[in-house]
């Protein structure tokens, strides 16, 4: 069964401090992966995703992810960390089968940004 | 586009009323999830309907939680009778039909808390 992992619980940089958000996956075939944004009292919005192809994948917000096969990662990274990242990230699996457009979340990354 | 639209935003109810929330998806997108956010359990999906149709209830609780879609605008989520336990932030998301893992767009979800 497909899984997600994400083993920070809390995270904590400093404002312009580069970022990386760690997120690992158990899936059988080549993944469909997300990476979603909750900031507080909100919904959850799509910062990127990878299907297939470069497995450097490029988001909003000046986001990014590789996708490593042989780690079977999909680590999400930012260089500068602005004020206004605060919130909670979440990682995704697509999951196969009767519900093709069914999500797997991980119990997600609460990050906090020093000034 | 007003995005997705969710109602009530608050809820409060003592235990063993009936609770009813509702959902508008953006217009034209055939699928449809309720998701259930706690501290303890994280993201989980509830139900998924596509073109109207429930796919996968799987991860209904119980007995007590029902979900009905008359139409492609409008979606409920009931919960008969209510319990403490269930608690929690409901969000719905829609997502453009015939695209596998099209991009799911979250409502702002509706804060359940009952007493």
């Known amino acids: 069964a497909q899984s997600v992992t994400q083993p920070d619980i809390h995270i904590t940089v400093s404002e312009g401090a580069s970022l990386e958000l760690r997120c690992n996956y158990s899936?059988?075939?080549?993944?469909?992966l997300f990476w979603y944004v909750q900031s507080p009292g909100q919904g959850l919005q799509l910062l990127l995703k990878?299907?297939?192809?470069?497995?450097l994948v490029q988001g909003i917000k000046g986001f990014e992810a590789e996708f490593k096969r042989s780690q079977s990662s999909f680590n999400l990274r930012k260089p500068s960390v602005h004020w206004s990242d605060a919130a909670e990230y979440f990682c995704?699996?697509?999951?196969?089968?009767?519900?093709?457009?069914?999500?797997?979340f991980g119990t997600g990354t609460l990050l906090a940004v020093q000034p | 586009d007003a995005g997705v639209i969710q109602s009530p935003r608050h809820e409060v109810t003592e235990m063993g009323q009936e609770v009813t929330l509702r959902c508008k998806p953006i217009?034209?997108?055939?699928?449809l999830f309720w998701y259930r956010q706690t501290m303890m359990r994280g993201l989980e999906l509830l139900i998924y309907?596509?073109?109207?149709?429930?796919?996968?209830d799987s991860g209904m609780p119980e007995d007590r939680f029902s979900a009905k879609m008359p139409n492609a605008s409008f979606s409920t989520l009931k919960i008969q009778p209510s319990e403490p336990r269930d608690s929690a932030v409901y969000f719905c998301?829609?997502?453009?039909?015939?695209?596998?893992?099209?991009?799911?767009?979250f409502g702002p979800g509706t804060r359940l808390l009952v007493l």
């Open positions: 998301a829609s997502s453009p039909g015939g695209v596998t893992f099209g991009t799911q767009y």
């Open positions: 995704a699996v697509g999951a196969e089968g009767g519900a093709t457009n069914k999500l797997i």
């Open positions: 990878y299907f297939s192809g470069d497995t």
């Open positions: 217009s034209g997108h055939n699928s």
């Open positions: 309907f596509n073109n109207n149709v429930p796919i996968d």
């Open positions: 899936y059988g075939a080549t993944p469909y």
